[in-house]
């Protein structure tokens, strides 16, 4: 079982941000990493279609792949399915990823914190909880973002922009003047692709802040607390997409030219 592969999963290619901070952390893994863009975007489909979608991604990821664990690398599914999944198969690894309210706290100076994620993500009753429990720390300024998983999955430069320009626009003044946004949480994992837009848009002293690293520390852990941790040989990534493979091609050939 040790040799066996790590599923992961989004609808599209926003989970390579994900993946790479698993593969920098967990480099003896082999892992499939599997595209649903066929179905994307998820963000603004209604959760019982997200809940399907990701029962049968991970039922083929299992019962074809015989994954150990199974790493869902987008929030919008995470906040739908992810007990669904852990129900259906309790000994199995199952990660999720969430937007990154609680890191954003420890971070924040003006306690004003920007939460931008999908419509689906910031509707969910999970989302909701977090929310709730950290609404004393700080406020959060939510924004849902349609589109722009999709302009940035398309590679659509022009539109990812103006939506980012939009969309921080309508969050308020952002610096660390008081009242102002200081910290921006990434809540959706294609928008980590846009960093360098924000950083361009947003004064010097905003931070960004998404899970990649926190989950691929959770993975890590999770998997030698099971001793099912690859602990030597080289690792590897096999693609899968329910549509057109381009767009993974394209940003796997970028992130690991
Ligand atoms: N990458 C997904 C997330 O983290 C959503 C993109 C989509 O709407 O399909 O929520």
Redesign the pocket.
């Known amino acids: 079982m040790t040799d066996a592969p790590i599923g992961i999963f ?3 290619v ?2 390579l941000s994900i993946l790479s901070a698993l593969r920098a952390a967990l480099p003896h893994e082999h892992f499939i990493y599997y595209a649903d863009n066929a179905n ?5 489909r209604d959760e019982g279609f997200v809940q399907e979608r990701c029962a049968a991604i991970a039922g083929d990821l299992i019962g074809t792949h015989g994954i150990k664990a199974l790493v869902v690398a ?4 995470t906040a739908a399915a992810i007990q669904q999944l852990r129900d259906i198969w309790p000994s199995l690894i199952v990660i999720g ?1 969430e937007p990154a309210l609680k890191p954003a706290v420890a971070l924040t100076r003006t306690r004003r914190i920007g939460v931008m ?2 419509r ?2 910031l509707a969910s009753a999970k989302f909701a909880t977090l929310h709730a429990g950290l609404k004393a720390e700080a406020h959060f300024v939510l924004q849902p973002c349609d589109g722009l ?1 999709e302009a940035i999955e398309l590679g659509q430069t022009p539109l990812v922009q103006e939506l980012c320009e939009r969309y921080t626009n309508a969050m308020g003044k952002f610096g660390s003047g008081a009242a102002q946004i200081d910290t921006l949480v990434l809540g ?3 928008y980590p692709f846009a960093a360098d837009t924000f950083l361009k848009l947003l004064p010097d002293e905003v931070q960004l802040v998404h899970p990649g690293p926190a989950v691929a520390r959770q993975c890590a852990r999770l998997l030698r607390g099971a001793g099912l941790a690859r602990s030597s040989g080289a690792g590897g990534v096999q693609w899968l997409s329910s549509g057109p493979i381009e767009p993974l091609q394209r940003m796997a050939a970028a992130q690991w030219a």
């Open positions: 989004d609808s599209g926003g989970g994307a975007p998820y963000g603004e987008c929030n919008t599914a990823v994620a999908t689906g993500t998983a959706c994992t294609h």
